[in-house]
Nanobody, 128 residues
Framework: QQQVYESGGGSVQAGGSLRLSCAATRRSFDTYTVGWFRQAPGLALGAERKIVASISWKSGNTYYADSLKGRFTISKDTAEITVYLQMNNLKPEDTGMYYC?????????????????WGQGIQVTVSS
């Protein structure tokens, strides 16, 4: 059983940057795709979390939500066994809970139901 945890959230003004980190207690992402999801404030419990970006730990292949390309970058650190989400030029609409999740679904999982292990989430707030 994997446990996943996020760090690095916080509050920032529009135009600022944050870097989120994702690690796992078993300290191994070998067979997983690691995804970052977010959920906007005010949504009902159980509402679908929207993918932000993902990276295959083994191949390094990445995926980005179209609307975030160019501002967000997902990367992995094999020495630290950590996945990062660098978020630049943040906008108020980027505000929400950000979740790291692991999937062994196979080819480029982009939906939250394709992910098996989830972190508790971390708050990102962008003020105008």
């Amino acid at each position: 059983q994997q446990q996943v945890y996020e760090s690095g959230g916080g509050s920032v003004q529009a135009g600022g940057s944050l870097r989120l980190s994702c690690a796992a207690t078993r300290r191994s992402f070998d067979t997983y795709t690691v995804g970052w999801f977010r959920q906007a404030p005010g949504l009902a419990l159980g509402a679908e979390r929207k993918i932000v970006a993902s990276i295959s730990w083994k191949s390094g292949n990445t995926y980005y939500a179209d609307s975030l390309k160019g501002r967000f970058t997902i990367s992995k650190d094999t020495a630290e066994i950590t996945v990062y989400l660098q978020m630049n030029n943040l906008k108020p609409e980027d505000t929400g809970m950000y979740y790291c999740a692991l999937s062994d679904y196979g080819s480029r999982p982009t939906h939250d139901y394709e992910y098996d292990y989830w972190g508790q989430g971390i708050q990102v707030t962008v003020s105008s």
